[in-house]
């Protein structure tokens, strides 16, 4: 079993609202869809927390980093209870990145494995809040419909790939945590 379901009927709109009020905020920060090979390309996002901006490199990235909130953190404040929620509810003992992507109808994330980075290895919990829409993720050789209102984990260092089969866009808000056993 490569899914595990952390929650479904999240209440979604209040994010939602304030991300129609906050469309500035997407594509701000556009190198994870624009480097040379990248799965990502089809895709737009908002980062919520992460590295310092001002230290963010594609090298950088790969290295030990602490984040830190960005400014969206302060626009979207309705995510504060959803990200806490998630947090308490595996357990988690640091909250790493959290990162929203919207994929088009019909577009792809790429089959690809975040291993060879060092915080998949370090933030050991990465949890799919879908907010709209709906995806078809493959992870090896198992698949999962993640639709919104639900969070899902998968352990992201294998090989997978994510595909917007509705006819909206798919935002999803990406919550990365350190758990302890």
């Known amino acids: 079993m490569r899914f595990v379901q952390l929650a479904s009927g999240v209440d979604t709109v209040p994010v939602l609202l304030e991300l129609n009020r906050a469309a500035h905020l997407w594509d701000r920060n556009p190198e994870r869809r624009l480097y040379p090979g990248t799965p990502h390309a089809a895709m737009t996002d908002i980062t919520v927390r992460y590295m310092p901006e001002d230290q963010v490199t594609m090298e950088a990235r790969r290295l030990e980093h602490r984040n830190v909130f960005w400014p969206a953190w302060r626009e979207l404040p309705a995510l504060r209870p959803m990200v806490f929620a998630l947090m308490q509810r595996v357990a988690a003992v640091e909250l790493g990145s959290i990162l929203l992507t919207k994929l088009p109808p019909g577009k ?3 089959p690809h494995s975040d291993a060879g980075n060092w915080a998949p290895h370090y933030y050991n919990c990465k949890a799919h809040l879908t907010l709209a829409g709906s995806a078809h993720v493959h992870c090896e050789d198992e698949a999962c419909q ?5 969070v899902w984990t998968f352990d992201n260092l294998l090989m997978h ?5 509705g006819e909206c866009d798919r935002i999803c808000c990406i919550v990365s945590m350190r758990c302890e056993p």
Do not use: L
Request: charged letters at 15%.
């Open 108 to 110: 792809m994330i790429e």
């Open 146 to 150: 993640f639709a919104a209102g639900t």
């Open 161 to 165: 790939s994510i595909e917007n089969i």
